[in-house]
């Protein structure tokens, strides 16, 4: 049986903010639990399998339904375990971000054997986080808590662009939800590759941008409109008119 995990791996910003912040922590409290620790947010595991093919089966046909998954880093928190103590980075996950961990769980049940509790959460109720702190940390606790409270907290938003699977510590596969395709290792730590996902999260951005840029302008013309309609049903119009536009409708 293989040692496994599915994570997502921090990038851009994220991955700066969260390296720093580990960084400073190791020296600060002298803490040895992060040391060489690659940022993450776990999605499903540990686990042990001996359905391997099938478990790359599952992630890929889960991801490949999901391209624009977004969230969001809220702050800090802490499991307050009685021992083995974790601080993290909060994770406040969109909706899709929740469907998506909870498809994977769903179906990896069945064919692997899994060290955590959380893997069995509904899609509501799975803590999304990324540790910067755990192991040695018990005794040092509400020190490295109370310097955490005069930080300012972190408001980064983020999209999941590649879903990992890791076999003992090491890149097994990846599936690029942008590219919408399974990465073997080589392709995984090949920066051309890696360099055409930035590219296709650059042009969404900017899509996206002038998608808001016309909603503001339309949402304008369809309140101008409104002002005729009667009072008693004016908020409601103008809501369902937003709402279509949202869903592409008009």
């Known amino acids: 049986m293989g040692h496994y995990l599915i994570e997502f791996r921090l990038g851009g910003y994220?991955?700066?903010?969260?390296?720093?912040?580990?960084?400073?922590?190791?020296?600060?409290?002298?803490?040895?639990?992060?040391?060489?620790?690659?940022?993450?947010?776990?999605?499903?595991?540990?686990?042990?399998?001996?359905?391997?093919?099938?478990?790359?089966?599952?992630?890929?046909?889960?991801?490949?339904?999901y391209k624009w998954v977004a969230f969001k880093f809220s702050g800090f928190n802490y499991f307050n375990n009685p021992t083995n103590k974790?601080?993290?980075?909060?994770?406040?996950?969109s909706d899709d971000l929740r469907n998506l961990r909870y498809e994977l769980a769903n179906k990896l049940l069945s064919v692997?054997?899994?060290?955590?509790?959380?893997?069995?959460?509904?899609a509501n109720d799975f803590y999304f986080h990324s540790t910067i702190a755990f192991k040695d940390i018990d005794n040092k606790f509400n020190q490295i808590?109370?310097?955490?409270?005069?930080?300012?907290?972190?408001?980064?938003?983020?999209?999941?662009?590649?879903?990992?699977?890791?076999?003992?510590?090491?890149?097994?596969?990846?599936?690029?939800?942008?590219?919408?395709?399974?990465?073997?290792r080589n392709q995984s730590l090949n920066r051309r590759v890696f360099?055409?996902?930035?590219?296709?999260?650059?042009?969404?951005?900017?899509?996206?941008?002038?998608?808001?840029?016309?909603?503001?302008?339309?949402?304008?013309?369809i309140q101008t409109q409104s002002d005729t309609i009667d009072d008693t049903h004016k908020k409601k119009s103008i809501l369902d008119k937003i709402l279509l536009f949202f869903r592409g409708k008009i």
């Open 14 to 65: 994220a991955k700066k903010y969260s390296q720093k912040l580990i960084f400073e922590l190791v020296r600060k409290f002298r803490i040895r639990g992060m040391k060489d620790k690659v940022s993450h947010i776990s999605l499903f595991g540990p686990f042990n399998t001996n359905n391997e093919r099938q478990v790359v089966s599952i992630v890929q046909n889960v991801c490949k339904s």
């Open 86 to 93: 974790v601080i993290y980075l909060d994770i406040k996950p």
């Open 112 to 122: 692997t054997k899994t060290d955590s509790s959380q893997d069995r959460k509904s």
């Open 145 to 184: 808590w109370n310097y955490l409270k005069h930080k300012q907290e972190p408001n980064i938003n983020q999209y999941l662009l590649r879903v990992t699977i890791i076999k003992k510590g090491r890149i097994l596969y990846e599936y690029d939800l942008l590219q919408g395709r399974l990465l073997n």
């Open 195 to 221: 360099q055409e996902t930035v590219r296709i999260l650059r042009e969404g951005k900017k899509d996206f941008h002038k998608h808001m840029q016309i909603s503001k302008h339309n949402i304008t013309e």
